[in-house]
């Protein structure tokens, strides 16, 4: 290799990484940061009236896990500068669900009061891929409603949709997304609230509990564990 | 001569606004749209039935034709019964369509055939049958497709059930 082809290949070697690091460079100002003008908050308003229960239960929500898979979970846009939430939407989603309990008198103080306990994995919490001519908000969540006294549970299935009008602003477009999702969250606590699973499920793990004095043990015999 | 023309502009523009008052009361109390179910061999994406249901849902809610669009597996007042609907459909067919052939000589687009059945929820009496058909260009997304049929659906619905039409 001659001097001159050793100098022509550094040269090359040079010049790509130059590109590779102003394409980094790029990429990572390309990434939208979360900034008080972008960012909403997503509120459920009016608690939503749940169903109405032949023995109303206490319910406790133990806690709520993100199973979306989605790495930024509060980025609900990337595009034009993004729009991020205020709090993780598993926060979001705990409160919607608490509020509309506490309000309709079905919310336990705590754990060790309640007969239900309920674990809420969150699958979709945002905006959805929709036609590109408006917003698909979308708030998709599993409960698993356990009885705490029989240790028995049931899974109850919620999804929440909601269709918001595009814009063009960036003002107008971050209100109707932020009115969307809130509209797509209403919509899932309601599907929850006021299901037929939730009732089928509670009505029968109610009769579990019923069921529990006759088959408790007398003071001399050893409990066996629930059967699962 | 002027003012009889006024007057009769004025007449003609009252009945209009009599025939059909804005604070019309919808016939029925809720709908609740089921997501559709997708026949043997219909090749649509997953998230087209999902965003298909919210489309049909935010449309029911655009005609005024219920109080209220609930949400599918929800629970409604025993009261409510009698006057709420349900509705339950079936893709049927979906052509991807060609994009050379409809540039060139405007056949091959993509097209989706679905069939729905509206009952009432009290005794699941069907009240009305829609057969829906849209065509579109084939570039363009599925979903926006998924809009048309949710448009022409809430559209075809109205249209039966103010005429009262019954299954065959």
């Not at chain 1, 409960?143 to 029989?150: D, E, F, H, I, L």
């Not at chain 2, 999902?50 to 209220?68: G, P």
């Not at chain 2, 009261?79 to 994009?99: C, F, M």
Request: net charge neutral; charged share 25%; hydrophobic share 40%.
């Amino acid at each position: 290799m001659t001097l001159r082809d050793s100098l022509r290949l550094t040269t090359t070697i040079l010049v790509a990484a130059g590109l590779v690091w102003m394409a980094h460079l790029q990429a990572n100002a390309d990434e939208p940061k979360p900034k008080p003008e972008n960012t909403i908050s997503i509120q459920l308003g009016e608690p939503v009236p749940p169903q109405k229960f032949q023995h109303p239960p206490k319910f406790w929500i133990a806690d709520v896990t993100d199973r979306s898979g989605n790495p930024q979970p509060m980025m609900v846009m990337k595009e034009r500068g993004g729009v991020f939430l205020d709090k993780q939407p598993t926060v979001i989603v705990k409160e919607a669900i608490e509020q509309s309990l506490k309000a309709a008198g079905l919310l336990a103080p705590d754990s060790g009061s309640a007969d239900l306990v309920l674990r809420v994995y969150l699958f979709h919490f945002g905006l959805a891929e929709g036609s590109g001519l408006d917003f698909f908000g979308k708030v998709e969540f599993s409960t698993m409603v356990k009885n705490t006294k029989t240790g028995e549970s049931q899974e109850v299935k919620a999804v929440g949709t909601s269709i918001a009008k595009g814009a063009v602003r960036k003002k107008n477009m971050q209100k109707n997304v932020e009115e969307d999702i809130e509209e797509a969250l209403r919509d899932a606590a309601r599907n929850f609230l006021r299901g037929t699973e939730l009732k089928e499920a509670v009505t029968a793990l109610w009769k579990g509990t019923e069921a529990v004095p006759v088959e408790v043990p007398s003071a001399t015999e050893t409990p066996k564990p629930p059967s699962r | 001569m002027r003012i009889l023309i006024l007057m009769m502009v004025a007449g003609t523009f009252a009945m209009t606004t009599l025939a059909n008052p804005k604070d019309e009361t919808p016939q029925y109390k809720t709908a609740e749209a089921k997501h559709f179910t997708t026949a043997e061999g219909v090749e649509l994406t997953p998230a087209f039935a999902d965003y298909f249901y919210a489309e049909l849902r935010s449309e029911l809610t655009k005609s005024k034709l219920v109080n209220e669009v609930v949400g599918e597996g929800e629970v409604v007042d025993d009261a409510d019964a009698t006057k709420s609907l349900v509705i339950n459909g079936t893709i049927t067919e979906y052509k991807k369509g060609n994009v050379v052939t409809s540039a060139l000589i405007g056949i091959g687009r993509q097209s989706l055939k679905m069939d729905a059945d509206v009952v009432r929820r009290s005794d699941k009496q069907n009240l009305c049958v829609l057969h829906v058909l849209v065509k579109i260009d084939p570039r363009w997304n599925e979903k926006i497709m998924a809009k048309e049929a949710a448009h022409q659906m809430v559209k075809e619905m109205k249209k039966a059930l103010a005429e009262g039409t019954k299954p065959s």
